[in-house]
């Protein structure tokens, strides 16, 4: 019992920025309702929502407002590529995102929702799709896999939108033509026939991104240089919440929209919960290729250089697999 954490005993506080609560960071989010996942490695949770404004993410962590910003990997190595020391501590989810189009778009297009996968790529030229802004995880994701068949982002009638609820009525009422967003955002119109689910990344539709770090939580290195035993707890209580979301679905879903969403229909949390299922990344760790192979993606869609955050030189030692 002398070997187990004592919760009476003074904890580390930790403050976390996510940059959205949704099933993308669900780890974070079950943590905040059930507390006892960081208190069991001797953490005090904080958690900040900044609804989808992932820029306020990084700025948060170098300001020092916060010790973890949990954000997409893009926005994370953006930073470091531009000069900012930032260190993985925790790889949170992979990807997760699915393009739901409208009922009507669907009905001009010549293939449907079961062709393969790279003619439903090709069906998107032309048409109207919102997601986030450029730079942003879907963005360059969305940008990768237009490449795949000879294609790109400006093939596509793009412009930023990243409010599911706007996005809904656009797509429910053939205003727009589809968006690319977290699986399960928008199930409503999918469950009342406005809407067709047409590629997902949680299923794995696209090949190449299956084992992608999609969401980081990111820290400052020299905060990480200064508290390396927190860091390597932080990066434990990760893994524990990402185990809890796989092995204990029913509790955990439940924690999360009680907490969250205590208004959402318990269908529609259901429907984008188990598809998000295989994306929580079990130990919270990453290996090196895949690590590379997602800056290699950035990089095409940004044409940055990202020498600065190559595997070794970010990824915390605890959160690197083999």
Not at 172 to 194: F, H, I, M, Q
Not at 211 to 227: C, M, N, S, Y
Not at 286 to 305: C, M, P, Y
């Amino acid at each position: 019992m002398a070997a187990l954490p004592s919760f009476a005993q003074a904890q580390d506080k930790v403050r976390v920025a996510a940059a959205a609560i949704n099933i993308a960071h669900a780890p974070i989010a079950l943590a905040a309702a059930n507390p006892e996942i960081f208190a069991a490695q001797g953490l005090e949770l904080e958690v900040t929502d900044l609804r989808g404004a992932s820029p306020n993410c990084i700025a948060a962590l170098i300001s020092e407002a916060v010790e973890i910003c949990q954000v997409g990997t893009p926005t994370g190595t953006d930073a470091i590529a531009e000069g900012a020391d930032l260190v993985a501590v925790a790889i949170v989810s992979g990807p997760n995102g699915e393009f739901v189009l409208s009922s009507k778009a669907v009905e001009s297009l010549s293939v449907n929702a079961d062709a393969p996968v790279e003619d439903r790529i090709r069906a998107l030229s032309g048409l109207s799709i919102v997601t986030s802004a450029p730079g942003s995880a879907y963005y360059t994701m969305f940008d990768s896999m237009m490449q795949t068949v000879g294609l790109s982002i400006s093939d596509i009638r793009y412009r930023t939108l990243a409010e599911v609820p706007a996005m809904i009525e656009g797509i429910r009422n053939a205003a727009l033509d589809g968006a690319l967003w977290t699986v399960g955002s928008l199930s409503p119109v999918v469950l009342e026939g406005k809407g067709v689910r047409w590629i997902s990344f949680a299923r794995g539709d696209v090949e190449n991104f299956q084992g992608l770090p999609f969401i980081t939580a990111f820290a400052r290195k020299d905060w990480v240089e200064q508290h390396p035993d927190v860091a390597r707890r932080i990066h434990a209580a990760y893994a524990d919440a990402n185990a809890r979301l796989r092995d204990r679905p029913e509790e955990s879903a439940e924690l999360i929209r009680a907490k969250y969403f205590p208004d959402l229909e318990a269908e529609l949390w259901k429907d984008g919960y188990e598809q998000a299922i295989p994306t929580f990344i079990q130990g919270a760790g990453v290996d090196a290729e895949s690590w590379q192979r997602f800056l290699e993606i950035q990089q095409t869609s940004s044409g940055k250089d990202y020498t600065r955050a190559v595997f070794e030189n970010v990824v915390l030692e605890a959160a690197r697999s083999n």
